[in-house]
């Protein structure tokens, strides 16, 4: 029985990853350490809260006294960091607890790990630290061309900063001390659970609500968009078979125009939903400052070492996940009856 601490594992691709690997995996333990920040909810968790290899504790990955007391209590053979400030807006007002999470939590983590794990210069047999990275640590591409693991660091914003920071940090244990580690660089994920301040469920949440849709500048931005699954078995081979040290970029050659994105969920829910959603609910926005223009993934390596490759394209992805919100109104009623209207009316509906 392996025993894995997954950090972050109540928010949206963390829920993801967790109930997918104990639906897989009959000899994992899992360790679900969560701060439970406005992204984190254990509503996305019901179906695993009983399942026995499952334990939740609610706690700061900047807490070192608990981070050792974890591995005082059980014999963990993994760290999967999810935990994060995550928002790129959020990063852009308020930056600090960006540094503190991806940057100093990180550190925290690998400090605890290696003292559990090094044992006379050398690392305990099947150990691994994996951390959950971005592709936007690469900063923004022009029309053409992809990231690559040996595309130089070049991150935009605080957000960015602090998971390069991070990232850098994670590097630095393997190459000084030695550490096994991974770090994964996924595109945008999309799918069940996502909290409605990122693109697509908040786009899907407004339409069904009749506010408007704000595209921020243009709405020629591109992102490059996985489904959580395929984002979820990618860390899963590289939790088992990735090279020590090695870095994994991950992604499906999925890039779309924000605009197209929005285009595609009134399309949907006019058609299925609701004859009078439509484009008039679209509005043209203030861009985000610093708004990188366009992410695309090279996945060639994860493809070529490990065997990856995703297996739910965009069109059937989004239908899916708008399908869900539709089917899951109640968790998204949850969020957003709450403290959410504060950070709402702060970004949107300004002045
Ligand atoms: P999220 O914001 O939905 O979830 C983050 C989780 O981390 C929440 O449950 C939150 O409570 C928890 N958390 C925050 N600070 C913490 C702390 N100090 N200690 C313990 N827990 C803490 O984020 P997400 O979209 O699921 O992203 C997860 C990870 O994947 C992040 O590291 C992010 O950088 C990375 N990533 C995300 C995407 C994407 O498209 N969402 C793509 C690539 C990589
Ligand atoms: O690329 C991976 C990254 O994807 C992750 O590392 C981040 O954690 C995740 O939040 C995501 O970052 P983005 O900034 O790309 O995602 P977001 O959903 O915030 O925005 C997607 C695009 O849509 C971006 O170009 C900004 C635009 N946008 C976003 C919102 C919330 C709008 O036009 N309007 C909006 O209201």
Known sequence: MKTMIVTGGAGFIGSNFVIYMLNKYNDIKIINLDKLTYAGNLENLKCV???????????????????????????????????????????????????????????????????????????????????????????????????????????????????????????????????PVNITRCSNNYGPYQFPEKLIPLMINNALTKKSLPVYGDGKNIRDWLYVEDHCSAIDMVLHNGKPGEVYNVGGHNERENIHIVKTIIGYLREHVDSTIDESLIKYV????????????????????????????FEVGIEKTIKWYLDNKEWMNNITSGDYQNYYKSMYEKG
């Open 49 to 179: 809260q009983d399942n026995k290899n499952y334990v939740f504790v609610q706690g700061d990955i900047c807490d070192s006294e608990l981070i050792d007391k974890l591995f005082r209590e059980y014999d963990i053979s993994h760290v999967i960091n999810f935990a994060a400030e995550s928002h790129v807006d959020r990063s852009i007002t308020d930056p600090d607890i960006f540094i503190k999470t991806n940057v100093g939590g990180t550190a925290n983590l690998l400090n605890i790990a290696r003292k559990y794990w090094e044992v006379d210069g050398k690392y305990k047999e099947g150990v691994k630290y994996l951390q959950v990275s971005t592709d936007e640590v690469y900063g923004s591409l022009g029309d053409t061309g992809f990231f690559m693991e040996t595309t130089p660091l070049d991150p935009h914003s605080p957000y960015s900063a602090s998971k390069a920071g991070g990232d850098l940090i994670v590097k630095a244990y393997a190459d000084t001390y030695g550490m």
């Open 286 to 313: 203030e861009d985000r400052k610093g708004h990188d223009r366009r992410y695309g993934i090279d996945p060639e390596k994860i493809k070529r070492e490990l065997g990856w490759y995703p297996v739910t394209t």
